[in-house]
């Protein structure tokens, strides 16, 4: 593209609200870049321009802006050790503990939560709170249709119990399971955080953040969080002296707020 990146950013914040000066920008420019040369535009203007008055390109930026990989129990082992040690001690404490699945994504996660919990107590007691950036993940989790591929890593006893197969390659999540989560619009570098949570979950997004933005976060994860309230983070993104921050480590990936 030959005219200006940040002319383009400041563009995109108007419209979006999405700050770009808080990604990484060699890897966020290179995937614009790819996708304006994908649609045939020359500049970043013309593509703003369209952006303004397409709906469903702008639908399309926004989508492919946020990047959305996500499946059920991803990383397994660290689910085995929330199951075991984390959510007993937090039900100790607060039988009725409030959840939030940050950059939820398609639902995966926060839909994992709730099969996690349903261990503990009837799913009619559990509500989480499940947010992102991006409308059409948003609108996709609410109808919690999976590819059979996403569901790989998650116990059999959930599979059989929560999902029914629509065809070979598609499951439909229970109605059940989704009436225990509700999903929001939110920007983590813009909006207000909710307040006095048990457990935050945000993982693998983080990755794609500036240090100075992951702080900032971090910083408000810790503010969202009661008194020893835990914070789930990907296996990719241990924080780096946590204590300056205001969390101490619990295990690899949990983070205990001091």
């Known amino acids: 593209m030959t005219d200006s990146y940040e002319v383009f950013k400041k563009n995109i914040f108007e ?27 020359t500049t970043y203007a013309e ?50 503990i409030k959840i939030w699945s940050a950059a939820c994504s398609t639902g995966d996660e926060p839909y994992s939560l709730v099969m996690l919990l349903s261990k503990f107590m009837p799913l009619s007691k559990i509500k989480i709170i499940a947010t992102d950036i991006d409308k059409q993940v948003l609108d996709k989790a609410r109808m919690g249709l999976y590819n059979i591929k996403s569901l790989k890593g998650l116990p059999q006893e959930f599979v059989s119990k929560y999902f029914t197969a629509v065809n070979a390659s598609t499951y439909q999540i229970a109605d059940s399971v989704k009436a225990c989560v509700e999903f929001r619009q939110h920007n983590l570098l813009k909006d207000p955080y909710p307040s006095g949570m048990d457990l935050i979950v945000c993982r693998n997004v983080l990755i794609y953040f500036t240090e100075e933005a992951k702080d900032v976060i971090y910083q408000k994860f810790n503010e969202a969080l009661k008194p020893n309230g835990i914070l789930f983070v990907g296996s990719t993104e241990q924080i780096i002296q946590p204590q300056n921050l205001g969390y101490s480590t619990l295990k690899s990936f949990f983070y205990s707020k001091n």
Do not use: A, C, G
């Open 47 to 96: 593509y703003v321009s369209v952006l303004k008055q397409n709906k469903v390109m702008f639908d399309e930026f926004v989508t492919y802006l946020t990047i959305n990989v996500s499946e059920f129990y991803r990383n397994p082992e660290q689910w085995q050790l929330l199951e075991k040690e984390i959510l007993p001690s937090l039900l100790q404490k607060s039988p009725n």
């Open 15 to 41: 419209l979006t609200k999405i700050d770009l000066n808080s990604y990484k920008e060699r890897q966020m420019k290179r995937r614009i870049d790819s996708l304006i040369t994908k649609h045939k535009y």
